[in-house]
């Protein structure tokens, strides 16, 4: 049974819209399984999903395939270029039809070789001939909505979701003035890590440099955390900051032509970074793997999949030193909310939006307030 109305409103005891005066959210979300799945329903099924960069899918019948809230999904570039995604099912016996990435003429089930065209209609159906009222023409695919925003590929399950280009207002504009080459940038390397936290506490961290100066001492020499600003807009938020002036602890960027440190999160699991060195955007895509635990990719992309020293360099720190910080930051954080001692904490606020402030956590809280309040809906 899930969470009553009243726990539901119980959860936000202390949280207030004013960050300065605010608790954060209660450790019963990040604890109690039952919260999960009110997550699956009222987040992850209705909310734009990361997939991948847009060359991924650039080609007409290239085609990738993800996972997201435990359903199987495929996008896929048609032979007009109109970019596609379906939940990856066969209409006839519900066999998987795609694995992996590729490209292909045809969708064909390798169960009975149903096939279907990139634009979801069923093409053929194997000795169906003699079967009564039975109509090809009436068959497809189950379409979700897809869309190409900043350089990547997003997919909701909700096919009738507002469009993530009218739900994030300027933050495609802000990427392209930050990142103008994302686009033109390709994959170079993936990271991914198993984590034992819930993934809300994975995205609580991301949130806020607060902890920075004393749990990222190399990161706070890479950049200049007297500019490090947050703000808050809608349902994404970024942090800005100019890179450091002098020798840095975290890699080398002599030769950087990016010399400013861009992060935006967009609500609710995509973490997406342009750091100081060559042409560069990394994607963390924070997925939820059910109560208490998450997974994290990290992809990067660079103007060469060759990496150059420096940007090996920048891997080997962001694996071997900041993701370790990091995830030993979070699981410890999972541990201490498991226990009675803690129920909730205060919101630090800094009005002048510095990254010693927790404003974008208490941003998060409320829009995660306003999906628990929407189950059953």
């Known amino acids: 049974m899930g969470p009553t109305a009243a726990e539901r409103e119980a959860l936000a005891t202390g949280w207030d819209p004013n960050p300065a005066r605010s608790m954060s959210l209660s450790a019963d979300a990040y604890t109690d399984p ?12 209705r909310t734009w999903q990361w997939v991948c960069h847009v060359e991924k899918v650039r080609d007409p019948g290239t085609y990738t395939t993800t996972t997201i809230a435990d359903r199987s999904v495929v996008v896929a570039r048609d ?68 869309e190409e925003f900043g350089g ?45 936290s819930d ?9 806020e440099c607060y902890h920075c100066p004393v749990a990222h001492r190399d990161f706070c020499t890479l950049v200049n955390m007297d500019t490090y600003e947050v703000s808050t807009h809608g349902i994404w938020s970024s942090h800005m900051a100019e890179a450091g002036r002098s020798d840095n602890t975290a890699y080398p960027v002599d030769d950087a032509t990016v010399t400013d440190h861009a992060v935006w999160w967009l609500w609710p699991t995509t973490c997406l970074m342009r750091y100081p060195g060559r042409g560069n955007f990394i994607v963390m895509n924070v997925v939820p793997d059910g109560p208490g635990r998450t ?16 940007e090996l360099e920048a891997i080997r720190y962001i694996n071997d030193v900041l993701q370790a910080e990091d995830i030993a930051l ?3 954080v999972q541990r201490g909310m498991t226990t009675p001692a803690f129920t909730r904490g205060r919101i630090v606020h800094d009005p002048a939006g510095s990254g010693k402030s927790e404003h974008g956590v208490h941003h998060f809280h409320g829009l995660l307030l306003d999906a628990y309040r929407s189950a059953g809906r």
């Open 34 to 45: 039952r919260w999960f799945d009110v997550e699956v329903e009222t987040v992850f099924s």
């Open 79 to 146: 032979v007009d270029h109109t970019l596609r995604a379906f939940s990856n099912v066969c209409m006839h016996r519900a066999h998987e039809l795609l694995t992996g990435d590729g490209t292909v003429k045809r969708i064909t089930c390798p169960y009975h070789a149903w096939s279907y065209g990139l634009d979801g209609g069923l093409l053929t159906a194997p000795h169906t001939g003699h079967l009564v009222d039975f109509d090809p023409d009436s068959i497809c695919l189950d379409a979700l909505a897809v």
């Open 152 to 196: 990547f590929v997003y997919v909701n399950l909700d096919s009738e979701a507002r469009a993530l280009a009218e739900q994030a207002g300027d933050l495609a504009a802000e990427i392209a003035h930050w990142a103008p080459d994302v686009a033109d940038l390709t994959h170079a390397h993936r990271l991914t890590y198993e984590i034992a």
């Open 199 to 207: 993934w809300k506490n994975v995205i609580d961290n991301f949130l």
């Open 295 to 310: 997974r994290e990719t990290y992809d990067f992309f660079f103007e060469t999949a060759e990496t150059t020293e420096a």
């Open 330 to 332: 979070v699981e410890s």
